[in-house]
């Protein structure tokens, strides 16, 4: 069966735009480094988890853990266009009284595995979903989804040996490789790189993808459910504030919501990419 | 009174809980034969997690396990398990309020030998502090196998802060836990020490040396420090009308800080703090420990006469 590229890119640009709007509405939140992984993020819930929005707590669920949690409105905004609650929702983001947290909390919505927020944490918690699906002799996966920045926190280094060493090929980690951090370049601040070989002699199976291109994650993605004997470690090369252009590698975006000029001009740029879409080759 | 082990009791209640509940799992970090899991880990390998010496990323696991229906006991030493994992335990475990289980050995300055590092003093502070987290010192070896069996059944984070020495057993054999919990384990009319963990056999001691010297303390084991069981803590203050907490952790945060807020509110009386003062602890063995910090039954007897004495002077 084709995958439909054109309805994957529609649904993460219609998301890019709630990002912008929850943001903005919020006057605070991170829209760069949520619209960086949207795309990432809209292949998971569209094509790739067995999940059931209906029944979030599922036994034979697959495992999503957004462990960079301030990337919280791009996951607020799939699980709204999945049905895991009212699209209508997504303005309370950041309210009083609302499910919508600033970042993810398990315990106040239903569709997030953990609470994250401090960076760090996710992997080790994947890490445990994984080794409880093993010893259930369940076949499902658990998908961790990490920042570059988050990369630099000493707990994902042990984290990576525990899995490495556990052989857990139920993992798969993508690691969203936007660059920037909220004071700078990443490979300024603390570089990371060679992350593909440090990667491998962590006895992963490295893939590096283009984090915007739907059919190369897609293929990450099956490449990772054919792996027998090590979890998987997606680089997913992306752009911060992928879609709207002076959001694009811009910083400032980091943690800054757009203001009413910017989020009219965002909008209208995003509305201008979902008329193109699929009239040109994805 | 005969010594047992609490870390031996815990280790041994997990093995029979394992074999009771296939959804029990342990994780420790690389400290095993010291925290008795090992006990459990010989008999159910593919239900031990030994997450080498990475208490953060050993935390975040459980957690993990506990998301598929697990139940994860987690252990190593208090240092290890509290300050040095405390934003893991907060965020994956509080905030998240996942089912995990942490306990640890190794709790204040009984540990000995190994000095301050190794001698935790905060952590009933920190744990204290953290929403969702419920907090218990059992008083004996007895008692620590009926809390194990307890927080089993309960659904939720809790912290059990166990002790590396042996010390003097309280309990039967088939004593019960229940939450929260505290009990009057020596009745008394002139003043109450309220005491958690080892501190509780020393605070039955000095109950007896006090009595030579006409003093009836009342004594009251408070082994859950969170939640504190109200009723029994106000109605022995009250018969009491003066106070002494004891612990083997800083005197800033610690049981006594619970119970003086506790009785501020409920029925103000003056309550003395003893603990570890504003300090790290140092190497010795335990006995020479206990008596250089004051917390000895010789000690605490003659503190507790000078307090009552300042009261009525």
């Not at chain 2, 041994?12 to 970090?29: M, S, Y």
């Not at chain 2, 570890?276 to 063995?285: A, L, T, V, Y």
């Amino acid at each position: 069966m084709a995958t439909d590229f054109i309805n994957l890119e529609k649904t993460a640009y219609e998301i890019r735009k709630e990002i912008l709007k929850m943001t903005h509405s919020a006057n605070s939140g991170h829209p760069g480094g949520s619209m960086s992984c949207i795309d990432i993020l809209t292949c998971l819930y569209c094509e790739v988890l067995k999940h059931d929005p209906k029944n979030p707590d599922w036994e034979d669920r697959d495992f999503f853990v957004l462990s960079k949690g301030h990337a919280s409105p791009a996951l607020y905004g799939i699980l709204a266009y999945r049905g895991y609650f009212p699209k209508e929702d997504l303005l309370s983001f950041r309210k009083l009284g609302s499910k919508l947290q600033g970042h993810p909390e398990k315990i106040m919505l239903k569709g997030v595995e953990i609470t994250t927020g401090s960076l760090g944490q996710g992997l080790s918690v994947a890490n445990g979903i994984a080794l409880g699906l093993k010893l259930k002799k369940s076949d499902n996966k658990v998908y961790c989804l990490m920042g570059d920045g988050e990369l630099q926190e000493g707990q994902v280094w042990e984290a990576l040996l525990s899995s490495g060493h556990r052989k857990l090929n139920n993992l798969c980690i993508i690691l969203d490789r936007n660059k920037l951090q909220i004071d700078g370049c990443v490979e300024e601040i603390k570089s990371e790189e060679p992350i593909a070989e440090k990667l491998r002699a962590f006895n992963y199976n490295v893939l590096r993808i283009d984090g915007h291109n739907y059919s190369q994650i897609l293929q990450a993605f099956a490449l990772f459910k054919q792996t027998k004997d090590k979890p998987t470690f997606i680089i997913a090369e992306t752009v911060k504030g992928k879609g709207v252009s002076f959001m694009e590698n811009n910083v400032d975006f980091h943690g800054k919501a757009p203001n009413s000029d910017e989020l009219e001009r965002g909008l209208k740029e995003l509305d201008n990419h979902l008329l193109k879409i699929g009239s040109e080759k994805n | 009174m005969e010594k047992k082990g609490t870390r031996d009791y815990y280790g041994q209640t997990l093995l029979e809980l394992g074999k009771q509940n296939p959804k029990i799992v342990a994780l420790d970090a690389d400290l095993s034969a010291s925290t008795k899991t090992c006990l459990f880990a010989k008999q159910f390998p593919e239900r031990f997690f030994d997450c080498g010496v990475a208490e953060a990323d050993m935390i975040g696991t459980a957690a993990g396990l506990s998301l598929c229906g697990f139940i994860p006991f987690v252990s190593t030493f208090a240092v290890f398990g509290t300050g040095r994992c405390y934003d893991q335990i907060r965020q994956s475990v509080c905030i998240s309020r996942t089912n995990v289980k942490i306990v640890v050995t190794h709790g204040g300055i009984t540990v000995g030998e190994d000095g301050a590092t190794h001698q935790m003093l905060e952590d009933i502070a920190l744990m204290t502090s953290l929403p969702n987290m419920r907090v218990i010192v059992p008083a004996d070896a007895h008692q620590t196998s009926a809390v194990i069996k307890f927080i089993a059944n309960e659904d939720g984070p809790f912290y059990v802060r166990l002790s590396r020495d042996k010390f003097p057993v309280i309990y039967g054999e088939e004593t019960t836990f229940r939450l929260p919990f505290a009990e009057v384990l020596r009745e008394g009319k002139d003043v109450v020490i309220y005491a958690t963990g080892l501190m509780v056999h020393q605070a039955l001691s000095c109950a007896e040396i006090l009595s030579k010297s006409g003093i009836e303390a009342e004594v009251v084991n408070v082994a859950s420090i969170k939640p504190l069981e109200k009723e029994t803590i106000v109605s022995s203050a009250k018969k009491c009308k003066i106070a002494l907490t004891l612990e083997e952790h800083s005197i800033i945060n610690g049981l006594g800080a619970q119970i003086s807020s506790l009785l501020s509110e409920e029925f103000p009386i003056p309550i003395k703090i003893l603990g570890i003062e504003d300090r790290f602890g140092i190497s010795g063995k335990p006995d020479e420990l206990l008596k250089f910090f004051g917390l000895d039954a010789e000690t605490i007897s003659s503190k507790v006469k000078d307090f009552i004495d300042k009261r009525k002077g």
